[in-house]
């Protein structure tokens, strides 16, 4: 599924399933939050602190998921393309970093 048959997707869904969209001020808050609860997991995984018994069942590829869920709607919401969003970032970032990221030092 490429980004953009992902966004056509997630409308259908919104206006088939979830009836209407969330305002977009929601669904930036709904975005903060599912971000947290990526941010939760990787602190407990990947930093020191320790899970819950109730975070331990957790999927974070599920997390993720929510995340470009809500980021899509918000996409959608303010009629972006993301495909060809991340495309122009991309080539922004290539011509930007080049070299930058190969002469830090703290990179090697």
């Not at 409308?11 to 975005?31: A, C, E, Q, S």
């Not at 069942?57 to 009629?79: G, H, P, S």
């Not at 970032?89 to 002469?103: G, M």
Request: charged residues 35%; aromatic residues 6%; hydrophobic residues 35%.
């Amino acid at each position: 599924m490429t980004i953009t048959e992902a966004q056509e997707t997630i409308d259908h869904w919104i206006k088939t399933i979830g009836v209407r969209y969330f305002d977009p001020m929601t669904n930036t808050v709904l975005l903060m939050e599912e971000v947290g609860e990526v941010a939760r997991i990787m602190s407990r995984r990947y930093g020191e602190q320790s899970f819950k018994d109730s975070d331990k069942k957790i999927d974070l590829a599920d997390e993720m998921a929510d995340v470009l869920f809500v980021l899509m709607c918000l996409a959608n919401q303010c009629d972006i393309n993301l495909e060809q969003a991340l495309t122009k970032n991309l080539d922004k970032k290539t011509k930007r970093d080049e070299n930058r990221h190969k002469n830090n030092p703290r990179l090697r």
